[in-house]
Every structure is written in structure tokens, then in C-alpha cells.
């Protein structure tokens, strides 16, 4: 059963435009939720995150929001650009030990892709 | 900076064979973490760890066994390889948090195929 649902497998977008990348989730324990960014052959990075407390965040051209009620999370990316051209990881965080390390649990992953 | 580094890259593996997949970081990270990526999925845990000396089960333990005798070095056991443990493989870090969202640091992954 998945506790995290990312239901559109691509998104494709125009240069300049909004790009929205949705998440759903199940469990109402999670402490933060993540956003991964994937480019082919490397790691995952960091994207941007935001408390369960929260209902916004924002980090230059990118913003998380989160509803609660509903379980849903959003990224929106604007302007998009070329370079965003990856595959994003919603992954909500549940701690542990206290409060002092938590685990990830990631969502199959959107590929977004910005053309010109 | 280096930061996470995996090694090998890639390897394929015959079914039975054993091997370890190595993964060191360089920044002091207390928390240390292995996923396996199957094709169009998310990460898995397979195991963490949140110091030397101390290692804890993931989603997907089974296959696997791990140590943690340093703090800059957790490498990841498969000692008798199935078709099924074909993945790419990923070792993470982080710091200590304080009931913060402190962000994992990912290597770039060790391509495993079992054959």
C-alpha cells in the first residue's frame, strides 16, 4: 500500500511557463515533506522542503504548498527552465529516535520535461 | 567536495556471487542510509544507520546486511546475489538534526545487475 502517491509519471511544460507537480499521501504522522530532484546517472538532490505546520514555502522560483486536510502537496516551479528538466521525488519524512533523525519515504517520481 | 562517494559505478554479478558495495562521505554526517531505485519507482530503505556502531532495518532489509565501523564509511553486503536485488543503489547522509528536516546527501548511485 503506498503511503505516497505521485500519479502523473511526466509533465511536459513550454519554457517560461508554471510547472505543478502534485503529491498525495496517505499517513497524517509525517513530520516534513521533501522535494528530490534526479538527473540521469547521479543522486538525488535536495530540492525544498516544508514543515507539517506549515501550509507554504517558497525558495526563489520554487514554492511547496501543503494541505492538510485534503493530504496533498504541490511544487510550482516558475519560471520554468531547460535545466529543470529532471525527475522530481515527493518524499515525506517521519522521525525517529526522538526527534533527531528521520526517514524517507519517496514517491515513484514525475519527469518533467521544459522545452524551448 | 566530494561529499558522498560510491564505489563501483557498475557491476554485474552472477546469481550466488557475493559482494560489497562501498559508500563514504567526508562531512561528518552522523546519519547514513542505503535505498535501492527499481526501474519507474521511488527509493526504498534498505538500512540506516545513525552512528558507528549502530545500524537499523529499512523497508527492504532482506538480502542485505550492513556495518558501520566509522563514521565516514557504511558499506552495504549482499552475500548471496538474486536476479531480484538487480537495482541501482544509492547511499545517503545527513547530520544530526534537532527535530529539523536536515536533508540527505546522495552518491550517484551503484548500477547492480544480477545475471
Known amino acids: 500500500d503506498q503511503q505516497v502517491k505521485q500519479n502523473s509519471p511526466s509533465l511536459s511544460v513550454q519554457e517560461g511557463r508554471i510547472s505543478i507537480l502534485n503529491c498525495d499521501y496517505t499517513?497524517?504522522?509525517?513530520?516534513?515533506f521533501l522535494w528530490y530532484k534526479k538527473y540521469p546517472a547521479e543522486g538525488p538532490t535536495f530540492l525544498i522542503s516544508?514543515?507539517?505546520?506549515?501550509d507554504k514555502n517558497e525558495d526563489g522560483r520554487f514554492t511547496v504548498f501543503l494541505n492538510k486536510s485534503a493530504k496533498h502537496l504541490s511544487l510550482h516551479i516558475v519560471p520554468s527552465q531547460p535545466g529543470d528538466s529532471a525527475v522530481y521525488f515527493c518524499?515525506?519524512?517521519?522521525?525517529?529516535?526522538?526527534?533527531?533523525?528521520?526517514?524517507?519515504?519517496f514517491g515513484k517520481g514525475t519527469k518533467l520535461s521544459v522545452k524551448p | 567536495n566530494a561529499g558522498v562517494t560510491q564505489t563501483p559505478k557498475f557491476r554485474i554479478l552472477k546469481i550466488g556471487q557475493s559482494m560489497t558495495l562501498q559508500c563514504t562521505q567526508d562531512?561528518?554526517?552522523?546519519?547514513m542510509y542505503w535505498y535501492r531505485q527499481d526501474p519507474g519507482m521511488g527509493l526504498k530503505l534498505i538500512y540506516y544507520?545513525?552512528?558507528?556502531?549502530?545500524?537499523d532495518k529499512g523497508e527492504v532489509p532482506n538480502g542485505y546486511n550492513v556495518s558501520r565501523s566509522t563514521t565516514e564509511d557504511f558499506p552495504l553486503r549482499l552475500e548471496l546475489a538474486a536476479p531480484s536485488q538487480t537495482s541501482v543503489y544509492f547511499c545517503?547522509?545527513?547530520?544530526?538534526?534537532?527535530?529539523?528536516?536536515?536533508?540527505?546527501?546522495f552518491g550517484d548511485g551503484t548500477r547492480l545487475s544480477i545475471l
Open positions: 518524499a515525506p519524512l517521519i522521525m525517529n529516535y526522538g526527534g533527531s533523525q528521520g526517514n524517507l519515504i
Open positions: 562531512m561528518n554526517h552522523n546519519y
Open positions: 499517513n497524517s504522522m509525517f513530520d516534513y
Open positions: 544507520s545513525v552512528g558507528a556502531g549502530i545500524t
Open positions: 516544508i514543515s507539517s505546520i506549515k
Open positions: 545517503a547522509s545527513s547530520r544530526l538534526g534537532e527535530g529539523s528536516n536536515q536533508p540527505q546527501h
